[in-house]
């Protein structure tokens, strides 16, 4: 088999995770190993923005050392980009102009890092340079803490996300039940449509130290049963933790805050979400009296690289590294995907999983792994998530703080 | 010199933080050592308010592997307490019951791990029990992440959120500067009075990694300032960091929150919903039209123990051993403090500060410490702060998770 000869390039999309960089780094590094069939290695600034402006980095201009850093480097190095390209049958002006910038730089292994609309992108251009008849292998590689993903058994992101929530989740059980005066804590998790992160807090309830109930979106939400089941542990305890996804929303499709207060909207008409812990315990101390305390975990749970899980930053690096290998063998069109070969001891195989498979399709928390009054999280959840999260990555200091990478991002000339 | 002989016991008082536990760890283990002038220790339930209730636990009952495993178990395992004992001139009921109790159990040593209020409580006790005849050690522990008692180079439990706060500031640092659509992300950092650990966010940014602006307590509150260098910051790079304190405030005393009160066309739609984060991104997406985030560390900064600083939780330990040692060797009315020997290498020694001068103290940032502008802190703090932050504490883990103490929590009997 002759083996495509072009140059390669990455981009970064969607949400920051702890190891989004730890897949860049994968594709980067293995694809700088194969200079013979891939003379550059382009970093696009910004994702697909980056292609479009033509604006991208020489990544074998960067320090060896400073490319392993962005293993355990949080959030994209590189840039990341929100932007959606339109449908081609509509208006293919940005295909032609992503034809156009692969045509000079001689790209010919595309790499996209994010989720489903990432791999929807990726599986549009696709179409568009290969009906145009251009050559060119491309390749998804996973990234989202929501851990939606279909074809694979869990999304690199997740397992870092996870074990932070986890954590802080045992942390604050500790502050929270430490006066003698009741309190309430609402903790709010986030996760738009699938409950896996807020499910995480779970991890932390079944050491003793977690929530007493837990809500997440892929059961209908009812504020008046949240109210009645706070109200009744609060009677028994004197102490509750609620956990919750800022997605939940009710059977006519209305978020928290627009239940007790408002919401707003970006420019694509998504509604802004975040805030409900802070709606919720404004609503509970109201109807509770108690001292109540709302905790979001913010952008902290997504790009806290201090307590990644180990396998997370190798997974994620293999992802990228793997989606190398495959493309260089040929193959295109598919997002690298896991395997659980076995769960004791925990091992996984790579896999191809194909993008159109990916795109139109969001993995949520099983119906049957949530209790049946839908306010707890039942043990095979627990079996599932676990081994993810059983090691810390170890992360390079200086002077007690991380070394994070520093690039030179010295931009790329056609 | 005869030493006295009697029951000890300790209590814990104030806001958690992630090595209070460390410190009555140190008096416990430290005070079961010397049986033949302590026959018993007793932990006090919720400080001062489990001896006027006369609840409290004997601590010769538990694992000694579970007493070690309170040093690296955030927030107080024995319950913390807001409690004031009044005035004696006043009334001194409160007094007279604590005596009885110290009587009924023969306590002679008493050892109290809080902040300001906790060595003023200390005091008070001490002066009533010695003006009734009654012969009894009296230790106060510091403890507080506000790091404001006087007498003391630093106090457990600074270092500690000093650390996470960094750490934190620079993955958001990461996360915020992502997109190529500005940003605006404002951090709300604990501290009512003293801006020690807003000024943390400085160890990120000396990192390239942290705030553009710093607002601490120590220096009066402008609203429009702040809206202004925000701007400025934000015309210059596009994206802008702010690290603010919870208690800052005007010349005339308002919070933020009450502020954008008082300008109020609730840009919300709820009054008091979240902290001056929340409230001050609000105001800032108005002024500016920009993309803005708030982000509160709320307890989290406080109980992370999963980042705590080694020398912090040692320390801390050594605060609460040393003062058995002390009270041993016959001092009272004493808070341990520690002295700054050497900064390169850091060294401390452990000293004896009397209650009365931390009583009525509180140490601030020293105001040349802060830039002229009052919106930045300068490379002295950085100085202070480094070296106590310099290595990470090793929690003991299980599947991944923090294996916190399990205290079996006898109740004692006379």
Request: with cysteine; charged share 25%.
């Amino acid at each position: 088999m002759t083996v495509l000869r072009g140059n390669a390039i990455i981009g970064q999309s969607g949400g920051p995770t702890a190891v989004i960089n730890a897949s860049a780094a994968g594709v980067i590094i293995e694809a700088l190993k194969h200079s013979e069939h891939i003379p550059k290695v382009f970093g696009a600034a910004h994702g697909i923005r980056g292609i479009l402006d033509e604006v991208f980095y020489d990544m074998s201009e960067e320090d060896p050392r400073e490319l392993e850093l962005m293993k355990t480097t949080p959030s994209s190095s590189l840039g990341s980009v929100r932007y959606k390209l339109a449908d081609p049958d509509e208006d293919d002006s940005d295909y032609r102009r992503l034809l156009e910038v692969f045509r000079k730089y001689d790209i010919r292994y595309f790499f996209y890092n994010g989720g489903n609309d990432s791999m929807d992108t990726c599986s549009k251009v696709s179409k568009f340079v290969r009906d145009a008849g251009y050559d060119m292998r491309v390749m998804g590689v996973p990234k989202t803490i929501d851990n939606d993903l279909a074809g694979t058994d869990h999304c690199p992101g997740f397992a870092s996300a996870a074990k932070y929530i986890a954590t802080s989740t045992m942390e604050i059980f500790q502050d929270a039940n430490v006066y003698n005066t009741g309190q309430i804590t609402v903790l709010e998790v986030m996760g738009r449509n699938a409950g896996w992160l807020t499910a995480a807090t779970v991890l932390a309830a079944a050491r003793g130290a977690g929530p007493d109930l837990i809500y997440l979106p892929e059961v209908e939400f009812c504020l008046e049963q949240l109210v009645e089941d706070v109200k009744r542990i609060y009677q028994e305890k004197g102490n509750v933790i609620v956990a919750v996804s800022e997605g939940v929303r009710t059977a006519d499709g209305r978020y928290i805050p627009e239940l007790v207060g408002t919401v707003s909207t970006d420019a694509f008409g998504h509604k802004q979400l975040g805030g409900a812990a802070q709606v919720l315990a404004d609503h509970l101390a109201k109807e509770t009296g108690a001292k109540v305390r709302g905790i979001e975990f913010s952008l902290l749970q997504r790009c806290a690289a201090h307590i990644a899980s180990k396998s997370d930053v190798e997974e994620a690096y293999e992802c990228g590294a793997e989606a190398v290998r495959q493309a260089l063998a040929g193959q295109t069109d598919y997002m690298i995907g896991m395997k659980r070969v076995s769960n004791v001891p925990y091992e996984i195989e790579y896999i191809l999983v194909p993008l159109v498979d990916v795109a139109n399709h969001e993995k949520k928390v099983p119906r049957e792994w949530i209790n049946a009054e839908g306010n707890f999280v039942k043990s095979e959840y627990i079996d599932y998530c676990l081994p993810l999260i059983a090691e810390t990555s170890d992360v390079p200091q200086e002077d007690g703080l991380p070394r994070f990478c520093r690039l030179k991002k010295v931009q790329a000339r056609p």
